[in-house]
């Protein structure tokens, strides 16, 4: 389960389980640090705590659909021991992040559970990991503080001049036609032996990993989509077009 609000144009996503105190500290920061700005909550899940500022919004039943109409997808991780990925400090990732880009209007900024942050699969949905620098005799921060560097962060960054958008440059599909492709791309590469069940999620990992790293624009995930949707026919039919 996953909850949003719309900072700006960025989707502050967390896990339903929080903790009353973090969850007050986090209703109270939200609040503040976008006072002016603030626009409407899109949507949000709220524990049993009467944080009437958070009761109006709606729910998503997972992260998947939470960003699926996110052009960029940050996810906040402390975990160190995954050595494939890199970990940006907040101002390279959220810079990254907020950077103009044609394409749906929404980026995501995603913070995992209180006890054990985000699972592997929550964090292959996200282009760029950040992490926050602690000491090594603290090495992990309560949610709220986390929430709250990040958001201070990007206030400064705020008041930063960027490049506008260039009009050349070709749209970014929605997380959720990007998702589509590769669940399409999934189940060809089942269906013609290239993955094996026991080992499928690992590879599409890597291959989202590459799909996201390289960023094709929305007119090329479309392309790749029927490419695969194509091949899947053929598979299944041949080249005289009778079924197998």
Known sequence: MALVQEYLKVDLIFN??????EASGLAQLTLS????????????QCPKCGLEQLLACELYPSLEDAVADCRRVV?????????????LLPQPALQWLLEPKPGPNHVALVFGREDHGLHSSELNLAGKLLRIPTSEAYGSLNLSHAVAICLAEHQRLAHVPMDSASDSSPPL?????????MQDAEELLLEV?????????????????LMLRSEPS?????????????????SRHGATGEPR
């Not at 996810?75 to 970990?87: D, L, M």
């Not at 599909?173 to 492709?181: D, G, K, S, T, Y």
């Open 75 to 87: 996810a906040c991780s402390g975990r160190v021991e995954a050595k494939e990925r890199e970990h």
């Open 173 to 181: 599909p929605a997380h959720a036609a990007l998702e589509a492709a």
């Open 193 to 209: 032996g290239f993955l094996y069940p026991h080992t499928a999620a690992a590879r599409m990992a890597k291959l989202r990993q």
């Open 33 to 44: 640090l976008v006072e002016g700005r603030r626009k409407t909550v899109r949507s949000v």
């Open 218 to 234: 929305e007119a090329e995930v479309a392309l790749l989509r029927g490419m695969v949707r194509q091949l899947r026919w053929a």
């Open 16 to 21: 339903l389980q929080v903790l009353q105190d």
